[in-house]
T-cell receptor
Framework: GAVVSQHPSWVICKSGTSVKIECRSL??????MFWYRQFPKQSLMLMAT?????????EQGVEKDKFLINHASLTLSTLTVTSAHPEDSSFYIC???????????????FGPGTRLTVL | RKEVEQDPGPFNVPEGATVAFNCTYS??????FFWYRQDCRKEPKLLMS???SGNEDGRFTAQLNRASQYISLLIRDSKLSDSATYLC?????????????FGAGTRLFVKA
């Protein structure tokens, strides 16, 4: 199946710093990538949809100036949490949509997630 | 009302039991449906797609009832390794865009 990687897998930072998370599709091209956030014992919440070469579409309540998304190529999207605060501590997961022979239509392939802890 | 609702769980079952998860969705224009499995502190992984005709994969059977906007997952002969959170996922909508909605998940514990 398709593989999506994320880096870093975990990060601890001080309040006020910025953190960049990378999401890569390793063996396929992803025109669309998604960024999710998951708090403990809660469901995944879509933050934004990222299309290669265009601006990301943010979900209601997600600050675009705080969560900067760049989808520079068909295999890479980045999420930068700017001026992170303790309430931003969460599990951030990216996914990529692929139209591949072996995948169901609209199937998403998830990265392993990045656990962010802001002190 | 949530867009996708699932049994709150958790389900505690012995090995070998049959367990059924239910899910309802509110948007009648939804287009595709999935069950994902998520292990603790891991990313979700696709378990199976759900079709109107129903589909089966080994011990797992998924059903979709569009009229009732209801999705189910049946696990037969539960194994210890089935312990996880099962997420009902619904795609699409009447906006014409692609939107994925995750249910809150139902936690399953299979015990020896």
């Amino acid at each position: 199946g398709a593989v999506v990687s994320q880096h870093p897998s975990w990060v601890i930072c001080k309040s006020g710093t910025s953190v960049k998370i990378e999401c890569r599709s390793l063996d396929f091209q992803a025109t669309t990538m998604f960024w999710y956030r998951q708090f403990p014992k809660q469901s995944l919440m879509l933050m934004a949809t990222s299309n290669e070469g265009s601006k990301a579409t943010y979900e209601q309540g997600v600050e675009k100036d705080k969560f900067l998304i760049n989808h520079a190529s068909l295999t890479l999207s980045t999420l930068t949490v700017t001026s992170a605060h303790p309430e931003d501590s969460s599990f951030y997961i990216c996914s990529a949509r692929a139209l591949l022979a072996f995948s169901s239509y609209n199937e998403q392939f998830f990265g392993p997630g990045t656990r962010l802890t802001v002190l | 009302r949530k867009e996708v609702e699932q049994d709150p769980g958790p389900f505690n079952v012995p090995e070998g039991a049959t367990v059924a998860f239910n899910c309802t969705y509110s948007n009648s224009a939804s287009q595709s449906f999935f069950w994902y499995r998520q292990d603790c502190r891991k990313e979700p992984k696709l378990l199976m797609s759900v079709y109107s005709s129903g589909n089966e994969d080994g011990r797992f059977t998924a059903q979709l009832n569009r009229a009732s906007q209801y999705i189910s997952l049946l696990i037969r002969d539960s194994k210890l390794s089935d312990s996880a959170t099962y997420l009902c996922v619904v795609n699409g909508g009447d906006t014409g865009g692609f939107k994925t909605i995750f249910g809150a998940g139902t936690r399953l514990f299979v015990k020896a």
